[in-house]
């Protein structure tokens, strides 16, 4: 397990506004912890009391609805930062985590960061601005599912992925979601999005093998209405 001062993933995340002193003191107490594709991080309700920095791997956010089905809220990949709420609030997760891929993540007690937060007022200004990121996410997000049509929000979904993870050797998206999984994104019934992409698949704006989606057109996906 490398050291947190000398780990490049901490270049993406709030860890970067830590002096290498703190960085040192933050990677003795840290724990490494790997986990298998579709295994839960951490449940909604469920007490963190820590940050898990994400070493490798893809997990998703996601919130239990009242009819009982998850929203996906968000995706998060090498570089993010899970559970910076529990450093200025006692409250549980609202979100539960799940790896999309296997993941390689490193889990920084609370306890061990509290003092960073008081005494290193970089750090604290980039935690709080990276929270108010999130928030802005999430106000967009609420925008564009009372305001976009169902199939731009499916197309746009599909590019977001396409953009922020890329394709494996074929082509494919790399990050290999349920039909369930893009409803969630969406804010749509399961059949619902099964039937737009198989729209989107007869009119050649993508090709699937199974649940791997290929985009043939980009262009064509960015002017769906």
């Known amino acids: ?119 290193n007022a970089n750090f604290t200004l980039d935690v709080l601005q990276k929270m108010t990121e999130d928030l802005k996410e999430s106000e967009h997000s609420i925008v564009n599912m009372a305001q976009k049509p169902v199939k731009k929000r499916m197309a746009e979904a599909l590019l977001y992925i396409h953009d922020s993870f890329g394709t494996d050797e074929d082509g494919y998206l790399t990050i290999v979601l349920s039909r369930e999984d893009y409803a969630s994104i969406v804010g749509t019934a399961t059949e619902s999005a099964i039937r737009i992409l198989s729209q989107f698949k007869k009119e050649g704006l993508i090709s699937t093998s199974g649940k791997r989606i290929r985009i043939e057109d980009a262009n064509a996906l960015k002017w769906v209405e």
């Open 1 to 119: 397990m490398s050291k947190c001062e000398s780990c490049i993933v901490k270049e993406f995340n709030s860890l970067k506004s830590l002096t290498r002193d703190e960085l040192v003191r933050i990677s003795a107490c840290k724990t490494g912890k790997t986990y298998d594709k579709g295994r839960v991080i951490f449940e909604e309700g469920e007490t963190i009391n820590g940050v898990y920095c994400v070493k490798d791997g893809v997990c998703k956010l996601t919130k239990l609805s009242e009819n009982g089905k998850d929203q996906v809220v968000k995706l998060v990949v090498k570089g993010g930062l899970l559970g910076k709420r529990s450093l200025v609030t006692n409250e549980s997760s609202s979100l539960t985590a799940t790896a999309l891929t296997e993941m390689e993540m490193c889990f920084i007690p609370k306890a061990e960061i509290m003092d960073d937060l008081q005494k």
